[in-house]
């Protein structure tokens, strides 16, 4: 079974800090892989999409990295503050399944303390 | 774009009720998705369509559940009868086609459906 999994579920930081968010998938054939913020009683937002040719995708102080061999993935956010205290979620279209399913991982609760 | 547009925004109803969320894609994505949130289980996709077309529905929990895409700016998904473990968080997402695969999927704010 195709599994994403995120570890740690939760994570606090002081203001200011460089941090990193980890995700694992069990399977290396896969379309592309999505980084999602999801803040408390809201939607998803899509913060980066990597395609499975690609190594790494940046957007401001974000930026994330796809190792296929590996499996994994990592989310860096430069200079955290209080405003990217949110649920971040990756996500992976696996390409073996013959369906476009994106299967999620349970997230990591990111708190940024001012 | 006004993104995707989903309503209700909340829904309490009895158990046994029918219940119909509706969603509206952005205009011009190819794909649309229905998942389902809960803190057990997470995010889970019920199903995907395809220009209108179901294409896998293979995590839709049981009969009670049916989705319907009848033109390109507009779905539903109805529960018939609804039970208390149905409360959840339903999302709706829409994409265009990517390079490969879908491109980014993009999210409404989902329906809050609570069950009693």
């Known amino acids: 079974k195709q599994e994403v999994t995120q570890i740690p579920a939760a994570l606090s930081v002081p203001e200011g800090e460089n941090l990193v968010l980890n995700c694992s998938f069990t399977?290396?054939?896969?379309?592309?892989l999505q980084w999602f913020r999801q803040d408390p009683g809201k939607g998803l937002t899509s913060l980066l999409l990597?395609?499975?040719?690609?190594r790494e995708q940046t957007s401001g102080r974000l930026n994330a990295s796809l190792d296929k061999s590996s499996g994994r993935s990592t989310l860096y956010i430069a200079a955290s503050q209080p405003g990217d205290s949110a649920t971040y979620l990756c996500?992976?279209?696996?390409?073996?399944?013959?369906?476009?399913?994106?299967?999620f991982g349970k997230g990591t609760k990111l708190s940024v303390i001012p | 774009d006004a993104g995707v547009i989903q309503s209700p925004r909340h829904e309490v109803t009895e158990m046994g009720q029918e219940v119909t969320l509706r969603c509206k894609p952005i205009?011009?994505?190819?794909?649309l998705f229905w998942y389902r949130q809960t803190m057990m289980r997470g995010l889970e996709l019920l199903i995907y369509?395809?220009?209108?077309?179901?294409?896998?529905d293979s995590g839709m929990p049981e009969d009670r559940f049916s989705a319907k895409m009848p033109n390109a700016s507009f779905s539903t998904l109805k529960i018939q009868p609804s039970e208390p473990r149905d409360s959840a968080v339903y999302f709706c997402?829409?994409?265009?086609?990517?390079?490969?695969?879908?491109?980014?999927?993009?999210f409404g704010p989902g329906t809050r459906l609570t069950v009693l």
């Open positions: 997402a829409s994409s265009r086609q990517g390079k490969e695969g879908t491109d980014t999927q993009y």
């Open positions: 399977d290396s054939a896969i379309y592309n």
């Open positions: 990597i395609q499975s040719s690609q």
């Open positions: 996500a992976v279209l696996f390409s073996g399944a013959g369906s476009y399913q994106l299967t």
């Open positions: 205009s011009g994505h190819d794909y």
């Open positions: 369509f395809n220009n209108n077309v179901p294409i896998d």
